[in-house]
C-alpha cells in the first residue's frame, strides 16, 4: 500500500500571529496531517506597490488595496518561522513553507528536507536555479501552466541539480470551479514527464481530493483554517479542522480500498461464497435410478455443492440413491 504524502496548507491563514500559526501547527497534527506548510517572504522581494489584488482576494477580504498593503499584515518574521520550526518537532509533524524569494530559501534552507514550488515560481528562472542547487527533493505545483512551461522548469530544475520531483497539478483559483479542475490532467503530466504526481487542491470541500487519491495522486496539499469566516484572502477556500480530519481520514481508507491489481476472492469473501452462491439441488423428490432433468433438477443455495456450472454434464445422469427437495445433489 502506498502512503500518500498529506500537506496542510496553512499558508496565511494565521493572519500575521504566531500564536494562531501554532494552532494551526496543533490543528494539522491532530487532525493526522503529515506536513503544516506555511509561507514565507521578504515583503518588498515578493511583490511591486504597483500589484493589484486578484479578484479573488478583493471578494474574499471585501477590501480593495494593493498586495502589497494586504501581504503586509499577513507575513510572519523569519525569527516566527524559526519558532514555528521548532514547535513542529516538539509535537510532531514535519514543517515545510514555500519560499517565495531568494532570500527566504536561503533562509529556509537548513530547516526543509524538500521544498514546495508554488505555482507563481514556475517561470521564476533564478528562483528555480537556487532551488535546484540545494539538490533536494521538489514538490512543484503546476497552476497556470501549459506543458511546454512545465517541461522548460523541469529541464532548468535538472540542469542545476534536483533529481527528485513531484509534479502537483492545481487550478489556481479560490475556490477552483469543479469544472476546471480537470483532474485527469494528472495522468497527462505522469505519462509525458515520468515523475510522480499530486493535486494540490484549491476547490470547496474533500470530494476532489478524495477522487485525486483514488486517481493515483502521491501528494495532496489542501488549504485549511481555524475558522473559514475569519478575515484573510484565503479562508473562504479553506477547509475548517473538522473538514480536513474528514479529508485525511478519506485518503486513508481509500489508500487501502486501492489495494492489488490482482483480481480474486478476498479473505473476506472467501467465507461468503458458500452463502451467496448456489448449488444443484432436488426440484422435488428423485428416486434411485431417476435419471437427473431439467424438470427435477434447480439450483439454490447454499454454494457448498455442485456447482451450476456443471450443470450440463449432470443432466442425463442417473440418482445413485434418494434425494428429497432441495436436498443437494451427489454423483
Not at 166 to 178: D, I, M, Q, R, V
Request: with cysteine; hydrophobic share 40%.
Amino acid at each position: 500500500m502506498s502512503r500518500t504524502l498529506i500537506i496542510a496548507e496553512a499558508g496565511v491563514n494565521h493572519n500575521g500571529s504566531l500564536e494562531t500559526a501554532k494552532e494551526l501547527v496543533r490543528t494539522a497534527k491532530a487532525c493526522g496531517a503529515d506536513i503544516v506548510k506555511f509561507q514565507t517572504a521578504k515583503l518588498d522581494s515578493l511583490v511591486s506597490k504597483f500589484a493589484q489584488m486578484a479578484n479573488y482576494q478583493k471578494k474574499n477580504t471585501g477590501k480593495v488595496e494593493s498586495q502589497k498593503e494586504m501581504l503586509s499584515k499577513l507575513l510572519l518574521s523569519f525569527g516566527d518561522f524559526k519558532e514555528l520550526a521548532e514547535y513542529c518537532k516538539e509535537i510532531g509533524i514535519t514543517f515545510l513553507s514555500t519560499p517565495f524569494d531568494i532570500e527566504s530559501i536561503h533562509f529556509l534552507n537548513d530547516m526543509l528536507d524538500i521544498w514546495k514550488v508554488p505555482s507563481g515560481e514556475i517561470t521564476n528562472y533564478p528562483y528555480l536555479v537556487e532551488i535546484a542547487k540545494t539538490k533536494k527533493k521538489i514538490i512543484l505545483s503546476t497552476g497556470m501552466s501549459d506543458m511546454e512551461e512545465i517541461r522548460e522548469a523541469l529541464n532548468l530544475l535538472k540542469e542545476n541539480g534536483a533529481n527528485d520531483i513531484t509534479l502537483l497539478h492545481c487550478t489556481t483559483e479560490y475556490p477552483a470551479p469543479f469544472e476546471e479542475v480537470n483532474l485527469n490532467v494528472m495522468k497527462t503530466l505522469k505519462s509525458e514527464f515520468g515523475c510522480k504526481v499530486g493535486y494540490s487542491d484549491h476547490t470547496k470541500g474533500i470530494e476532489v481530493s478524495l477522487a485525486a487519491v483514488a486517481m493515483g495522486a502521491e501528494v495532496i496539499e489542501k488549504h485549511f483554517t481555524l475558522d473559514c469566516n475569519m478575515e484573510g484572502p484565503d479562508h473562504k477556500a479553506s477547509l475548517e479542522p473538522d473538514e480536513l480530519k474528514a479529508l485525511v481520514d478519506g485518503i486513508r481508507n481509500i489508500e487501502k480500498a486501492k489495494g492489488i491489481s490482482v483480481k480474486k476472492p478476498t479473505i473476506s469473501e472467501i467465507k461468503n461464497r458458500v452463502v451467496a452462491r448456489k448449488s444443484i439441488v432436488a426440484a422435488r423428490n428423485i428416486k434411485k435410478g431417476e435419471r437427473f432433468s431439467i424438470e427435477n433438477l434447480t439450483t439454490k443455495r447454499p454454494g457448498n455443492g455442485i456447482s451450476p456450472m456443471r450443470w450440463n454434464e449432470i443432466i442425463g445422469m442417473t440418482a445413485k440413491r434418494d434425494f428429497i427437495e432441495d436436498e443437494l445433489i451427489e454423483v
